[in-house]
């Protein structure tokens, strides 16, 4: 009778033994899968923000710092309700910009600000000023951060803006003139009416 009590504890053991191995194999298996698709994800991000933004790209915050000397108030063209635009010479483009500074008080989620950068950037009209590229201060790029959701979030982050310089009529009643809203042709969103402001161009139209 011990002897078949032994018996069953040891079949019991191996049991618990094998369950073990098969839900650490099942987690260490998803652990991998998951870490090749977001290796994968990640690749498909990188080369997109780099390469697939239609000629848009990503600018380190300390070159725009640099170009606008530091966002000094001499640098200021014009404030309006959700941003400060500033003049700057960035030397990566060997020509004069306009950095504009987003005031994110609404928090606007990084899935608004990425999508609203791809559209900006692959608009197409005589009436929008060119668009360089964008900035996120304190965003991370890395994989790490990626995989554990960190890289997406924007919230208390600084987004900047960069376009091309107009050089026809005042900045200051460009960012306020009512006729804007009528000339925009995209959908309205919260980040819509942050980047608005500065897409169109008034000039030669």
């Avoid at 194999?25 to 870490?35: D, I, P």
Wanted: hydrophobic share 40%.
């Amino acid at each position: 009778m011990k002897f078949d009590d032994d018996l069953l504890v040891e079949r019991n053991k191996i049991t618990d033994i094998h369950g073990g191995l098969i839900i650490g194999g099942v987690a260490a298996l998803a652990l991998v899968l998951w870490f090749l698709l977001s290796c994968w994800k990640w690749k498909r991000v990188l080369n997109f923000f780099h390469k697939g933004t239609a000629g848009a790209r990503r600018f380190e915050y300390r070159d725009l710092a640099t170009a606008t000397k530091n966002f000094s108030d001499d640098n200021k063209l014009g404030e309006g309700a959700f941003g400060v635009v500033y003049r700057g010479y960035l030397k990566q483009l060997d020509r004069e910009v306009a950095v504009k500074k987003i005031v994110n008080e609404l928090n606007v989620g990084h899935k608004d600000f990425f999508t609203e950068v791809i559209t900006i950037s692959e608009a197409r009209h005589k009436n929008l000023v060119k668009f360089y590229g964008w900035c996120i201060r304190g965003h991370s790029w890395n994989i790490i951060h990626f995989m554990c959701g960190w890289f997406w979030n924007t919230e208390n982050k600084e987004l900047f803006l960069v376009h091309e310089l107009m050089k026809n009529g005042n900045l200051h009643e460009y960012l306020h003139n009512s006729e804007i809203a009528a000339v925009q042709s995209w959908p309205t969103s919260p980040f819509h009416e942050i980047s608005g402001e500065n897409e169109l161009r008034l000039g030669n139209s």
